[in-house]
């Protein structure tokens, strides 16, 4: 099956049954199915077709759902945007992917201040799911209205790419992971037998729809599924979602562990956990403490289930059992269908128990990287994906992470490598060697923070590089405090000893 194939079967066997569920809101997956043709049709006029490619820069909304929706039912490739990028970044993506179509909304007017699609070489259209502010834009409903719907194309099939997620790179840009219709349904079945969702459930998604981990868990499960599903904008404030879980009576609850370990500590008021609807919690995009898992789960009384993924997995990699053994300190087994094993550096499997690199293997790895051929061939070999997580296996398949990625700072569940952070950094005048690297943070996992070596007889403020920073990078990997050392530690072939910088960061913190 592909994912068009999965939205027509929802709209066969639920047709009056409700999928989304937006404030006041209601749309039928027949609804849907509908819309997500209608808009297609409109795509297809604007010269969108099999091969293409088009961006959506949303936040959480129906639009963005319908949208996806019917960019794959044009035939073409979607390209989910970080809705927390600058114009620089947004602009980068759509270069690389060579995107022609943006879908975007009012929220996004001051990203796209000034925004000249000539900086974009191959964008020829964008369309807003509002009044459009530029007059070179097109409205959505306009769009929507531009032709009738389109008959399903029977030329797509699962091993068609059907969406790139960019994922922050080493080489300090952002790289496309291609993922096929057959890597998101397997991933979302085998997720589905993993902690056993049935027709019954009803999710809420209020983490960002771009992500892959939510896309997956949240947006595509309950459709292939048939599930209600209630769209919450963002995580602020809170207390829409604690009401959207009352009276939508939400049974699946999905979250980064950040949002766990506030709730952990945060009052609830006793009625709630009276009548909680809630039968499962999902953690995933970021390492879940054990002491906060203990704490919710003494706190909610229900189960908390972490698992762990990446982009370019589709994203789910393993996931502790609902009703089976969960072992503290373990992301669980891998799910139904999907292989791991750890390699040593030479690539060659160790034995259990044994630390290495985690390597997966199944229908969900993705196709490779969007016109990356060697980045590709350093991360897929002989079918397997190379992580580049460190970790171990037990005898029973449970998999431990031990560490990550040597450059990756997780912050709310969000990528980020400091090579990117540091690139801009080095525009500035007064820099002559910056270092970013990842503190664990309480409320946020880790935080970046930056060591700046100057240039002789120069000078700067932590204030003046934030301020720099701003038209270059998403808020979430500005640094949270610049320091500003006469010297960086080194290796003998001068190269930035970055352990080395958080362990003194670390030193300075406990005194």
């Known amino acids: 099956m592909n994912l068009i194939d999965v939205m027509k079967r929802s709209a066969e066997q639920s047709p009056n049954k409700i999928y989304l569920k937006y404030g006041k809101t209601r749309v039928t997956f027949r609804q849907f199915y509908d819309s997500a043709l209608k808009m297609a049709g409109g795509l297809r006029e604007l010269g969108l077709k099999k091969g293409d490619r088009a961006a959506l820069l949303l936040n959480n909304s129906v639009e963005f759902v319908v949208s996806y929706f019917a960019v794959l039912s044009a035939g073409a490739e979607v390209v989910p945007l970080n809705t927390f990028l600058r114009q620089e970044e947004i602009i980068y993506i759509l270069n690389d ?120 868990v949240c947006v595509f499960i309950p459709l292939y599924l048939q599930c209600t599903m209630t769209i919450i904008k963002s995580i602020q404030p809170f207390s829409l979602i604690l009401k959207s879980i009352m009276f939508d009576r939400i049974t699946v609850f999905v979250a980064i562990p950040q949002v766990y370990n506030v709730l952990a500590g945060k ?130 398949g449970y998999i431990y992470i031990l560490d990550r990625k040597k450059d990756l700072i997780l912050v709310n569940g969000m990528n980020l490598y400091p090579r990117e952070v540091e690139e801009v950094l080095y525009r500035h005048p007064a820099v002559q060697d910056a270092a970013v690297v990842g503190i664990k943070d309480e409320a946020h996992g880790e935080i970046p923070v930056c060591v700046i070596q100057l240039k002789d007889g120069s000078s700067a403020s932590d204030a003046e590089m934030r301020k720099f920073c701003r038209p270059y990078l998403a808020n979430f990997k500005i640094p949270h405090r610049f320091e500003f050392w006469k010297e960086l530690p080194r290796t003998g072939t001068g190269k930035v000893l970055k352990r080395e910088i958080k362990r003194l960061m670390n030193e300075k913190n406990k005194k």
């Not at 919690?281 to 289930?305: D, H, I, T």
Request: aromatic fraction near 8%; hydrophobic fraction near 40%.
């Open 267 to 396: 009052k609830i008021p006793f009625f709630f956990k009276m009548i909680n609807p809630i039968r499962v919690c999902v953690s995933g995009a970021a390492p879940l403490a054990g002491e906060v898992l203990k704490k919710f789960e003494e706190k909610m009384k229900v189960p908390l289930v972490e698992g762990y993924g990446l982009s370019e997995a589709s994203p789910v990699v393993s996931v502790n059992p609902l009703d089976g053994v969960r072992k503290p300190g373990s992301v669980g087994p891998a799910i139904p269908d999907v292989k791991v094993e750890i390699a040593d550096e030479s690539g060659a499997f160790v034995k259990r128990g044994e630390v290495g690199e985690i390597a997966v293997s199944g229908p969900n790895i993705m196709k490779g990287y969007f016109n990356r051929e060697m980045e590709t061939s350093e991360i897929l070999k002989n079918g397997w994906l190379y992580t580049g997580d460190i970790g171990k296996m037990d005898e029973d």
């Open 97 to 216: 992917s060579r995107a022609k179509i943006l879908i975007t909304s009012a929220d996004f007017k001051e990203q796209l201040k000034d925004f000249n699609s000539n900086k974009a070489q191959a964008l020829e259209h964008v369309i807003c799911s509002c009044v459009p502010w530029d007059k070179n834009f097109l409205s959505y409903e306009s769009v929507m209205k531009k032709a009738p719907a389109i008959a399903l194309d029977s030329s797509i099939n699962d091993s068609d790419v059907a969406v790139i997620i960019y994922t922050s790179g080493t080489t300090g840009h952002p790289k496309g992971a291609m993922l096929t219709h057959k890597n998101l349904v397997s991933n979302a079945d085998s997720s589905v037998r993993a902690i056993k969702i049935t027709i019954k459930d009803r999710f809420i998604t209020f983490l960002p729809m771009f992500h892959a981990f939510t896309f997956t």
